[in-house]
């Protein structure tokens, strides 16, 4: 099994976290959990205060970088996380912050 291949059960995570989530971090650790799960795709700081974060991989992957980010283990102060889940589109080489 090719680790940089897409495989049929690959999922897209699309969540906007919003809390004390600029200025702390925030992006740096998101992009070092990511990589740690072997996820690819971007975070970025948005107008609002909030960050928005699309990340591609494997269900269990994308599952425990949304539970990393209600937890406490995740810099700042998160106060909500809003989610969808869709297949994934394979449009990341990477996980990046912009």
């Known amino acids: 099994?090719?680790?940089?291949r897409p495989q049929a059960d690959d999922v897209?995570?699309?969540?906007r976290v919003?809390?004390?989530v600029q200025g702390v971090g925030f992006r740096f650790w998101t992009m070092g959990?990511?990589?740690e799960l072997g996820l690819k795709g971007?975070?970025?700081?948005?107008?609002?205060?909030?960050v928005s974060i699309v990340a591609e991989g494997s269900?269990?992957?994308?599952?425990?970088?949304?539970d990393w980010l209600r937890s406490e283990k995740a810099p700042g102060?998160?106060?909500?996380?809003?989610?969808?889940?869709?297949?994934?589109e394979n449009s990341?080489?990477?996980?990046r912050a912009r």
């Not at 099994?1 to 940089?4: G, R």
């Not at 102060?77 to 994934?88: F, G, Q, Y």
């Open 59 to 66: 269900r269990q992957q994308v599952q425990k970088l949304l």
């Open 18 to 20: 919003f809390g004390v």
């Open 77 to 88: 102060r998160v106060e909500r996380v809003e989610e969808s889940l869709s297949a994934a």
């Open 1 to 4: 099994m090719d680790p940089e």
């Open 12 to 15: 897209r995570l699309s969540a």
């Open 33 to 35: 959990k990511a990589d």
């Open 92 to 95: 990341f080489r990477d996980f």
């Open 42 to 50: 971007v975070v970025k700081n948005l107008d609002d205060g909030s």
